[in-house]
């Protein structure tokens, strides 16, 4: 068994590489981050200084008198090396490493790359990057996400981990999920990820009860390292979830290729049915994506295979119903027991089958009584409700009636096109439930919770 | 990287424990017709866009005619005098190559002509079980016909994995870099392996 990753992801401990009182610099903002959050020690190692911020500054790793569990590396690339060294026979045996110039840019980098590779091996020392953003843990009060948090605003605590290579994508991510009042167990981007990598965390997460999901942006697997992939990710998926967004789909140049399976067989379709193989959930856009993450950050474990379409208008009740069903939902009618009960509630013409529609003309306080009846009987998943509230009868304060009679015990996403008034009531009922612009988003969003 | 010739590739598969169709390398009495004769070289992958298969010969004397017309048409290769297969078959092809990040994986689809045509096919990584090719199998579009349909036969499920299992064993010879069976035709107690393509090193 490997050395777990407890230094990473619960140091008591740590010593920022590169930490600055200058405004501009990344290890100003690390330093910052960790100020701001990190309840542990926290050594600021840096030559020029004899102090920042009231902490004693040191000139290296292993000039820190007392244990160090984690080092934050935020310098040059060339100096990289030494320094992790020097830490590494301090004893430390967790690093995130915050620099670029590594393989990422050529021979030179390259070098220096096997260099903390060779360090890891020779020492223990487990290593995160380099040239990524590192780590955001709201849990641990890691963060070495280098950018101020009055720029990019950290997500709460929550339940979904986030890997990305991408630093970039990592960012976007966090600033998307914190908007949306989204929590995260943790952000991880590990760019070159010359030694932790998916297979790691997915080890490390399996035990972890703050991560439900893992929520992946995967440009490729270490080579070598898709078997163990596949079969810890379908042990995983068993009691979590895992989502990935591929990147690098496209084929490169058109090889002339005389078996089928080479023509057919390309990188990107080995990957998706090795995917699928895992249990996981392939987002096919960056779109479906974020949807999934805001359906999970609602209704996480929730496994959804019938699906009431409850709805005010016709047509995209219509439409609802042909993406539900080409997306393999049921769409099963109502008990007669539950049809009796909402009949009495409803006009004589409503149409009370699945989709079920109130019509245009039950008021306000009968959509919402119906759907109460429909979420009492829990016959139902999940209910894909929409709403047209332009409606004369619909009121601005529909969202907190509706806070009212939802008992949580059911998903409901919604369903709400419109301008200026809708939004607001889109934006008040948001802060419940998902809420999507077109029948399609909220099916395609749907599909995460769909039992697989 | 070559390729094996047709004899060679079904040698190969024998020596793996994969039965194939049944096949003779010259006319003799114990030849079961109907029969399709093929030529066999290295070279010639593409047997068919070359007049290099002739089928449905069904006596000694048309048996004759077709071996030795490919003999002056291809000089230089082997000929294969293989038992045509009759009857309902569900035509599939199965591979198997190697892959750099998931070590091995194994396609199987709907095969013969149509391969590229429909590119119904799925693939299974390194490490798959029973379970995991019956959910590759209701994944893909013409599911119904692994379970029978319209007169053809279903297949043998366990067959299918048995076939899929030893293909894949066969990349632990780290000379073969790709094995295509296609078509490959499918019963339920039985299948016939007409035609191999073996990608090797050197």
């Known amino acids: ?452 | 990287m070559r390729y094996l010739s047709l004899l060679d590739s079904l040698k190969l598969l024998e020596a793996n424990g994969i039965r194939v169709t049944k096949y003779w390398t010259e006319i003799s009495e114990d030849i079961e017709y109907p029969v399709v004769v093929k030529v066999s070289s290295e070279n010639i992958i593409h047997k068919s866009d070359v007049g290099g298969v002739i089928v449905g010969i069904k006596d000694k004397e048309s048996l004759e005619n077709a071996v030795s017309s490919l003999k002056e048409k291809f000089p230089e290769a082997d000929i294969i005098i293989q038992k045509q297969v009759e009857g309902k078959f569900l035509e599939l092809i199965v591979s198997a190559k190697r892959d750099p990040t998931f070590g091995s994986f194994v396609m199987f689809g709907i095969g013969g002509i149509f391969t590229e045509i429909f590119k119904d096919f799925a693939i299974l990584v390194r490490g798959f079980d029973e379970r995991d090719l019956e959910r590759a199998i209701d994944n893909l579009k013409s599911k119904k016909l692994f379970y029978g349909y319209r007169g053809f036969p279903p297949i043998g499920l366990n067959l299918l994995y048995d076939l899929l299992k030893r293909v894949e064993k066969m990349l632990e010879n780290d000379n073969i870099i790709e094995i295509e069976l296609n078509p490959v035709m499918f019963k339920e107690d039985e299948f016939h392996i007409v035609d191999a393509r073996i990608q090797v090193r050197g």
């Open chain 1, 1 to 452: 068994m490997e050395l777990d990753l407890e230094p990473i992801f619960s140091p008591s401990s740590v010593a920022i590489v590169g930490a600055s009182p200058k405004r501009e610099k990344v290890g100003n903002v690390i330093l910052e981050n960790f100020l701001r959050r990190f309840r542990g020690k926290i050594y600021p190692v840096n030559p020029k200084y004899d102090n920042i911020y009231g902490l004693k500054c040191y000139k290296k790793v292993s000039d820190i008198p007392e244990d160090v569990d984690l080092v934050v590396i935020a310098i040059p690339a060339r100096f990289v090396p030494d320094v992790l060294e020097d830490a590494a026979k301090k004893g430390v045996k967790g690093a995130i490493i915050i620099s670029s110039g590594f393989s990422e840019v050529g021979e030179e980098g390259r070098k220096l790359e096997n260099k903390l590779r060779e360090i890891r091996e020779k020492y223990g020392i487990r290593i995160i990057g380099p040239n990524g953003m590192g780590i955001y843990d709201p849990y641990s009060g890691v963060d070495t996400f280098f950018v101020y948090d009055d720029r990019v605003r950290r997500p709460p605590k929550g339940n979904i981990a986030i890997i990305s290579q991408s630093g970039a994508t990592a960012l976007a991510l966090m600033e998307w999920l914190s908007e949306r009042g989204i929590g995260v167990s943790k952000i991880i981007s590990f760019g070159n990820k010359v030694d932790v990598d998916e297979v790691d965390l997915l080890e490390e997460f399996m035990a972890d009860p703050t991560v439900d999901a893992v929520f992946i942006y995967l440009e490729g697997l270490k080579e070598g390292r898709g078997y163990k992939f596949v079969k810890l990710s379908k042990e995983f998926t068993k009691t979590k979830t895992i989502v990935v967004l591929k990147a690098g789909k496209s084929k490169k140049g058109q090889e002339a290729v005389a078996s089928h399976t080479a023509s057919m067989a390309g990188d990107y379709e080995v990957y998706k049915f090795a995917l699928k193989q895992a249990g996981i959930i392939e987002a096919e856009t960056i779109d479906d994506f974020l949807k999934y993450l805001q359906v999970f950050s609602y209704f996480g474990k929730r496994r959804v295979k019938k699906l009431l379409i409850y709805t005010n208008g016709g047509g995209f009740g219509v439409l609802s119903t042909d993406y539900a069903s080409r997306e393999g939902f049921d769409l099963p009618p109502l008990s007669p027991a539950l049809r009796s009960v909402i009949e009495e509630i409803l006009p004589d013409f409503a149409s009370i089958k699945n989709p079920l529609d109130t019509t245009a003309s039950a008021p306000e306080d009968s959509y919402l009584k119906g759907l109460k009846r429909v979420l009492e009987f829990q016959e139902y998943d999940a209910i894909l409700s929409i709403l047209l509230p332009q409606l004369p009868s619909y009121t601005e304060d529909f969202p907190r009636k509706f806070a009212e009679i939802y008992d949580g015990k059911t998903p409901i996403v919604f369903v709400i096109y419109g301008g200026e008034f809708s939004r607001k009531i889109k934006e008040e009922l948001s802060k419940i439930v998902p809420v999507f612009d077109t029948p399609e988003e909220a099916i395609r969003a749907l599909k995460i919770l769909k039992v697989r």
